[in-house]
């Protein structure tokens, strides 16, 4: 029987070393919610067993249940029959079985029917069913919305809409996109109105909505007549009703079990979310980060599908009087992609817990000031968390998603003609992964969205304190590698910064990024080389390409390349 966390033992080293004890300790309110609730854990070590369980049922459905169904799901995709969506029947079978199991509203609070689990787990479980069906994680993973109405959202609507999302009896979408409005939300014209009777009403088109047919709708809308940025949007919550009408359903490359909708909403009665005109600039950037981080673990539970598909094909298949993966060739790519898998892992685990930081201690910070106790200390922590998470949410998002794109290219190239034929699992998953680095951002806009902290130097003091540690053998050589790509890093962002060029700074902040990245990551693995034996490898081979990398995005910063770009219209002939 298949089970997709007990038989990845890179998942269960994270898990096994997971810091999340503080986190845990403001979730469960210093455990009294144990007196309240059964289920309640009563010590970090309960909820780490409720976790692990949960975890083992999540992994069962998903390696017994959800793998088998995707192939099936991809050829059948979703119908739209008078007006309505039906979904592949796995899909439907799938949410059900999800729903049964109490695996959904996985970070809810428990009085809405919630498992109370931090997002670092929740994440996990998206990693899981991801690696079994991508297209049934975009549903899945459409839970966010419900973790922005219990943030922003009043009482009412949290007793209205939280404990449907968590009984499974209900699906949603995050209604955002429009014809001409993509990248730039601030272009959103989705009309929003007062009625007679002071109730909200919505009116307009939306394109591209993830489970648009789902039952509650979360839409960003234009509540300010007359105004043309994103101060003038809001947040509605709205159930489906006859009003909103599914107008088309979109034929992908990917992802064929997730409905695209357009829709249309003809009048339809909805609630503000929040205060008006906090739409776009609050609560949708706390949604769409969210989102993020599940895309991310999305991308990363692909890339897992991929390389197990790479490596079993290898094995078996014989060329040359042997099995390929004894091709040193192959073994080689075999290798890069399980390294950039794992260092992938690293970071998309890392963040997740970041997250949790910034969400309990934000938390935990507003309860001081609710109760009139000193809170400024937790205010700065908190404070710093959300600055963490902030340059990190994108980064994970555009690093995993394009590693995805990266490993099921390398896997379909593994399988030589067989990949690119219907009958094995890589052809799905390529043409899965496509679709990560364009939703919920484009890799583009995630590196806009990083680029700030990264001129700032956010992580200055975190790097210090990493150079200032004192590796143990091997590990001591990588350590100067990190600690060279940290100078290429200096010297690029100073050339950007001499040079005061806004054109030439936007095209840099890519490698910018990356050079980030490779530090952040390229820490992880070496801290967790000192742990596991094994890992040394993957700290070393990672490091080590790094480096190579970071010298080509150095010089091509530092060399001047970017300079054409203004003469963009002379090139393109
Ligand atoms: C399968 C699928 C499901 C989706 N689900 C949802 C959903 O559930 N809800 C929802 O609201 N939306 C959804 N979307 C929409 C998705 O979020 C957008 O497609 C995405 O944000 C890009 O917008 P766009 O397609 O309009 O591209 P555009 O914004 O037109 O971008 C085109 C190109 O220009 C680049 N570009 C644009 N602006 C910049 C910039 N400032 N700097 C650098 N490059 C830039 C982009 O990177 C891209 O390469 C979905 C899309 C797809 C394909």
Not at 74 to 103: S, W
Not at 240 to 258: A, C, M, P, Q, Y
Not at 289 to 304: D, F, H, S, Y
Not at 442 to 461: H, N
Request: charged share 25%; glycine share 8%.
């Amino acid at each position: 029987m298949p089970n997709f966390f007990t038989d990845n033992p890179d998942l269960l080293f994270h898990f096994d070393h997971l810091e999340l004890e503080e986190v845990v300790a403001l979730i469960e309110h210093d455990y009294e919610q144990a007196a309240v609730f059964s289920d309640a854990p009563t010590d970090y070590q309960d909820a780490l067993h409720n976790y692990r369980e949960v975890l083992t049922l999540a992994g069962q459905i998903a390696g017994d249940f959800i793998a088998p169904r995707a192939a099936q799901v991809d050829l059948e995709g979703n119908r739209l029959e008078d007006d309505r969506v039906i979904y592949a029947t796995g899909i439907r079978e799938a949410l059900d079985r999800l729903g049964q199991a109490e695996l959904m509203g996985v970070t809810l609070p428990r009085r809405y029917g919630g498992l109370n689990f931090p997002t670092t787990i929740y994440i996990m479980a998206i990693e899981m069913i991801s690696r079994a069906d991508a297209s049934l994680m975009n549903i899945y993973g459409l839970q966010d919305i419900a973790e922005t109405i219990n943030r922003f959202g009043n009482d009412a609507q949290r007793e209205q809409f939280l404990p449907q999302f968590a009984s499974g009896a209900c699906t949603g979408a995050m209604v955002l996109t429009e014809p001409d409005a993509g990248s730039d939300l601030q272009a959103v014209k989705l009309q929003a109105y007062e009625d007679a009777q002071g109730g909200w009403r919505l009116r307009g088109v939306k394109r591209f909505i993830t489970n648009g047919c789902g039952d509650i709708l979360l839409v960003l809308a234009r509540s300010e007549p007359g105004s043309k940025d994103g101060r003038g949007l809001s947040l509605f919550v709205c159930s489906s009703d006859e009003t909103v009408k599914v107008r088309r359903l979109e034929h992908k490359l990917g992802i064929h079990g997730s409905p695209t909708c357009e829709l249309q909403f003809n009048d339809t009665p909805a609630q503000l979310v929040g205060k008006r005109k906090f739409g776009l600039i609050k609560y949708v950037m706390d949604l769409m980060n969210g989102a993020r981080l599940g895309v991310a673990a999305q991308a990363l539970g692909i890339a897992q599908a991929a390389y197990e598909e790479a490596l079993r094909y290898a094995r078996a298949r014989r060329q040359f009087g042997q099995v390929i993966a004894n091709l040193p060739v192959v073994a080689n790519m075999l290798i890069d992609m399980r390294v950039l898998l794992e260092s992938n892992r690293s970071l998309l685990y890392a963040v997740a817990q970041w997250v949790d930081r910034r969400d309990k201690y934000t938390e935990h910070a507003a309860r001081l000031r609710e109760r009139g106790e000193p809170s400024a200390e937790a205010s700065e922590r908190a404070k710093q968390a959300t600055q963490v998470a902030a340059l990190l949410t994108p980064l994970v998002k555009y690093v995993l998603s394009e590693a995805a794109n990266k490993i099921t290219y390398d896997a379909l190239q593994i399988h030589g003609g067989a990949g690119y034929m219907r009958e094995f699992a890589i052809e799905r998953l390529t043409r899965d992964a496509r679709v990560t680095n364009i939703y919920e951002g484009t890799s583009q806009l995630q590196i806009v969205a990083a680029a700030g902290p990264v001129m700032k130097d956010l992580l200055a003091a975190h790097f210090a304190a990493a150079e200032a540690k004192d590796y143990k053998g091997h590990l001591m050589g990588l350590a100067d590698k990190l600690k060279e790509i940290r100078r290429l890093f200096l010297d690029s962002r100073e050339a950007v910064v001499g040079k005061g060029d806004k054109a030439f700074e936007e095209v840099a902040a890519r490698e910018l990024v990356d050079l980030y990245g490779y530090l952040f990551v390229g820490y992880l693995l070496l801290e967790q080389a000192q742990l596991d034996g094994r890992k040394v490898f993957i700290a070393k081979r990672y490091i080590v390409s790094a480096l190579a990398e970071a010298r080509k995005r150095a010089e091509l910063v530092t060399g001047d390349n970017f300079a054409d770009v203004i003469h963009a219209d002379k090139i393109l002939v």
